[in-house]
């Protein structure tokens, strides 16, 4: 007979995106809907918490109530959360608190009301799992680089319940370097997109920044020296009499290329130390071209196989902790709604 198929209302709110996913067997995306707050931070240069959570609020309800009617268009709200979903996953941590609160407390509201099991997920896990989103295998065991605006580490998977920390950043997190260098020069936020477009123009050898902890043993990353050395460049340069804005471009390809071979060299370092041949990427630095461009090619001359996720699922979004949260399902962990609350270091099991 063949096996019920496991439909998990997903939602996500543990930093500047509001949103909600349905998704079916951990890879079939029903819907994702996705609140950016981006124009709303913009002004500042950074997500800026309290507004963070105060938008989740106006959004969390609509959000919610379009992914289900994106999934289950001639159903209302009651039936389909009585008779479409089975489980509710919701993100716990790591995040910003007011954030994470109002996904946890919607997702906890929905669990009692209509007595649907809830799932806690680690945001870091998700991150690791958008990978299956639309792809049905899980090639254990496996390392991901999850390199995001808030954390830079590489996990080990083994299976379902075993996902372990085998580095981190020990300062800024990649994405987090990406966005310090655009407020440097002058560039829009999210820096990533913005640095990267400008990257395109420019030549990624005319600057030489450093390469944080290559001569360790260690396979952390650290990017705290390399925007330092950006804005001691640029203040060498102004002292120089250069036009800033005349060398933005080589600028900004140098300083890319400098994070890009950091990231890729302690990634494949990794897969030899622990002797695995499938290595993924995750996380909104993930979109980034030119990263995905030069794992692809190392990773062949490395003999391991490489993946990242589509581009939607790079940056923060429900489908992948509604994906994550089957790993859950398939390892029977479930919780009381009462016992859910907002983690500020959740571990990485599911
Ligand atoms: O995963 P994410 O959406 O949120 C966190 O969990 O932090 O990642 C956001 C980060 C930002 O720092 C942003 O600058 C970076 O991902 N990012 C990129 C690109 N798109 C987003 N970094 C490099 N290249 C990109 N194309
Ligand atoms: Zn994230």
Redesign the pocket.
């Known amino acids: 007979m063949k096996k019920k198929a496991v439909t998990i209302l997903s939602i996500e709110s543990s930093?500047d995106?509001t949103s909600a996913a349905v998704i079916r067997d951990g890879h079939q995306v029903l819907s994702c809907v996705v609140a950016s707050q981006i124009p709303i931070h913009q002004r500042y240069g950074g997500v800026v918490p309290e507004i963070a959570a105060r938008a989740h609020v106006e959004q969390i309800g609509t959000v919610i109530e379009t992914a289900l009617k994106e999934s289950f268009p001639n159903h209302n709200y009651y039936e389909s959360l009585t008779h479409f979903i089975d489980y509710i996953a919701v993100t716990h941590g790591p995040g910003l608190i007011g954030s994470l609160l109002v996904g946890v407390n919607a997702a906890k509201t929905i669990s009692r009301i209509y007595s649907k099991p809830i799932l806690p997920i680690n945001?870091i896990l998700g991150?690791v799992y958008s990978n299956f989103l639309n792809n049905p295998e899980y090639p254990f065991p496996f390392i991901t680089l999850v390199a995001?605006?808030?954390?830079t580490d590489l996990i080990l998977s083994k299976h379902h319940g075993d996902h372990a920390l085998i580095a981190a950043t020990r300062d800024d997190a990649a994405?987090?370097a990406?966005?310090k260098a655009a407020q440097l020069l002058n560039l829009s936020y999210?820096?990533?997109?913005s640095i990267?477009k400008q990257a395109l123009l420019g030549d990624k050898n005319k600057f030489k920044f450093p390469r944080g902890l290559n001569k360790s043993e260690s396979l952390d990353f650290s990017f705290s020296g390399l925007k330092t050395s950006l804005l001691q460049l640029i203040n060498d340069q102004i002292i120089m009499g250069v036009d800033i804005p005349s060398i933005t471009n080589d600028l900004a390809a140098s300083y890319q290329n400098s994070i890009i071979d950091s990231l890729v060299t302690k990634t494949i370092a990794a897969a030899k130390i622990y002797d695995v041949k499938n290595v993924f990427i995750a996380?909104?630095?993930s979109?980034?071209k030119a990263l995905r461009e030069e794992f692809a090619l190392q990773a062949k001359q490395n003999n391991l196989n490489f993946y990242a996720p589509n581009l939607e699922y790079c940056?923060?979004n429900a489908a992948m902790i509604g994906a994550a949260a089957f790993g859950s399902v398939l390892l029977s962990h479930t919780h009381n709604c009462y016992d859910v609350n907002v983690t500020r270091d959740p571990s990485l099991t599911l």
């Open positions: 930093c995106e945001h991150h995001s605006g808030g954390h994405g987090e990406f966005d999210p820096g990533g997109p990267s996380g909104g630095v979109a980034n940056t923060d």
